[in-house]
């Protein structure tokens, strides 16, 4: 019997303890910001519940061999206050989160040694606490290591895709790829189908190059052609679809600009890079926070 503990039980780490439940060999508490009654997730196989010991106070908390957190990257050193109750020399954390800078966030708080980032695709929208819709397959990339090896059993029985690589690096950077350009729809507030107007898919082909010329210089694997992979993928998926940096602006939350857009600028300065298109998504997102 595993004990897994979710931190952030929003839009991924809702869909991800409620599928971690429907495995019998886990059980799952979550740690919560606002509590709730039960998960429900209409997901692409059909519904699943769960009914997961929910806490918002640390001294509800058990000690877990697996913290998983989800919570947006600008609630990291919130999340990370659940670290003491949650955790003991043998607990390892996995961070699901967007963006490339996973541990980095992290290991302020945590021996960077039990930290696993966690490259994350899964489209899934929150409808109200415990409510979600996950809305196609899920795919989890980890580092090739013990502790991913680790990770990825805990899915062993669960139908999603969890795997590891060689390459983690590439997988997070390709991600961020399709991220940077998702800040298109959160500035014009107009879902994923806006990919399908010629001149906005020059723009986010613009601000997806400007990504790979800086993830390549960090030591990624990525061509250009990736630009034009994820505008087609785009294009053919559901153009009602609303990803979780528009998602966060529709609800007055503060958005993840720094760790989707703003690392591409900072990053790129570090090499000389120059970045016009993601600062301008910086400017015109952090001007309507
Ligand atoms: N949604 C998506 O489709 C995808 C998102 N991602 C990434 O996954 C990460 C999570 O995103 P997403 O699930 O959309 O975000 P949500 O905003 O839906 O969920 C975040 C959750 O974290 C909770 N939270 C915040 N602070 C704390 C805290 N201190 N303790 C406990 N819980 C806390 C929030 O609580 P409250 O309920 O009070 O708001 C909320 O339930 C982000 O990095 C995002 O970029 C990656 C792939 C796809
Ligand atoms: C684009 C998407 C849904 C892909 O998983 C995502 O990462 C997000 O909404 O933040």
Redesign the pocket.
């Known amino acids: 019997m595993t004990h897994i503990a979710l931190?952030?039980?929003?839009?991924?780490?809702g869909t991800i303890a409620t599928w971690l439940s429907q495995d019998s060999s886990h059980t799952v508490s979550v740690?919560?910001?606002?509590a709730f009654d039960g998960l429900e997730v209409a997901t692409p196989q059909g519904v699943i519940r769960a009914s997961p010991r929910v806490f918002t106070r640390s001294e509800e908390a058990q000690i877990a061999q697996w913290v998983l957190v989800?919570?947006?990257?600008y609630?990291s050193a919130?999340?990370a206050?659940?670290f003491g109750a949650l955790c003991d020399d043998r607990t390892h954390i996995a961070v699901?989160?967007?963006g490339v800078e996973h541990i980095e966030r992290f290991e302020p708080y945590f021996p960077r040694e039990r930290i696993l980032p966690v490259m994350?695709?899964?489209?899934?929208e929150?409808s109200g606490?415990g409510r979600i819709r996950q809305r196609g397959a899920i795919h989890m990339v980890v580092p090739e290591s013990a502790a991913g090896a680790d990770f990825v059993d805990l899915f062993r029985n669960l139908p999603l895709d969890v795997s590891q690589s060689p390459d983690f690096r590439t997988a997070a950077w390709r991600k961020l790829c399709l991220n940077s350009a998702g800040a298109v729809s959160a500035v014009t507030l107009k879902p994923a189908g806006i990919v399908r107007h010629q001149g906005v898919a020059a723009l986010m082909r613009d601000i997806i190059r400007e990504c790979i010329a800086v993830a390549c210089a960090e030591g990624a694997r990525l061509d250009d052609s990736v630009a034009d992979t994820i505008i087609d993928n785009m294009r053919k998926g559901p153009a009602d679809s609303i990803?979780?940096i528009h998602?966060d602006r529709l609800a007055g939350?503060p958005m993840?600009v720094d760790a989707r857009n703003g690392v591409i600028v900072r990053l790129g300065r570090k090499h000389g890079i120059s970045t016009p298109m993601n600062s301008l998504m910086v400017s015109l997102l952090e001007s309507v926070q």
């Not at 740690?31 to 606002?34: I, L």
């Open positions: 931190v952030g039980p929003g839009a991924i780490g740690a919560a910001r606002t989800a919570t947006k990257a609630d919130a999340a206050k659940w699901l989160q967007n994350i695709d899964c489209p899934a929150r606490p990803n979780s998602a939350r993840e």
